[in-house]
């Protein structure tokens, strides 16, 4: 797939600070490319520097093509999306979608038709006579998103859009956001710090830390396969073993730590510190998995579709395991043999 924007060498620097380090990224056509990590980590400074909000220290920035490095903010093809909705309010629904539309300079007869059709895309095809004061925040968002799609931008830039919003109506508007994504094709950049939001909705994830990206690929790939501590620590819930990789059985390697030795998959190698990241998916009260570890429950929480036990280690670290609701759950102060198989893991450096 050709790519949509590339990016070589970008980087941004507040004199001795640097807020990216140089940084290489491609963002396919069409892809939904989520830019993901904790407060400081370089993702806003990166979108900014992709609509031309802040200008680069060094490097190169292409947009299907073309240089955007000197194309003030103003005359990239970009649409943005703020958390904040930035509509106008003395504008009605529809006059704030047709507003990017006759900037552009667009005949009148255009302008309603594309109008009509954003309103139908965000499902609010009666609301266009309204003004954002006697709007809901989810349906305010919703306005904010037709405005950026309705012009078709080459790109979709979105920062932290969901954040305002209560959880329920978040998780609602986060399917609305694959549903116009999936509609329109649109390449969509998007900024978060919410981990669940991240899974949810991108083809790609961009895993950023300390100004530089950590690790970039589908949510599967990250989640199953991380390549750091720090990754695998950031997305999702951990369990994490550290150790020394010595030689195993069968010519294999384990896992020598504090609680233990585990057998490791069977692409390690032995000779060098290393952790064993287990999801607590993965964990299983069976007593025949390869790899176990005895454990006293702490806390057993019920959280609807799951279950949520908490045991202790003799190193005094936790686990955390998930149960079926339905499993009957061990009692708080029991000992436990939590086991897994050697390839369900991952072995981060």
Known sequence: MRPKLVARGICKRYGVVTALEPTDLDVRAGEFLTLLGPSGS???TLLQLVC??????????HVDGVDQIDVPVHRRDVGLVFQHYALFPHLTVAENIAFPLKMRGRDARDVAHRVGEALAMVHMQDYGARFPRELSGGQQQRVALARC????????????PLGALDRKLRDHMQMEIKHLHRMSGATIIYVTHDQEEALALSDRICLMNHARIEQLGSPQEIYTRPCSEFAADFIGVSNILRGDVVAG???????????????LPRDARPGARAALV?????????????NRIE???RDVVFAGSEQRVVAALPSGEEMVMRLPPTLAAPARGATIAMGWAPDDAAVVP
């Open 249 to 263: 059985p069968d010519g294999g390697a384990a896992l020598e730590t504090p609680n233990g030795r585990f057998v």
């Open 52 to 61: 031309g909000l802040t200008e680069a220290s060094e490097g190169s920035l």
């Open 295 to 297: 454990a006293q429950v």
């Open 149 to 160: 799609f309705v012009y078709q931008p080459a790109i979709i830039l979105m920062d932290e």
């Open 42 to 44: 370089g993702k806003t």
């Open 278 to 290: 287990v999801r607590p998916e993965q964990l299983s009260l069976d007593p025949s998995s390869p």
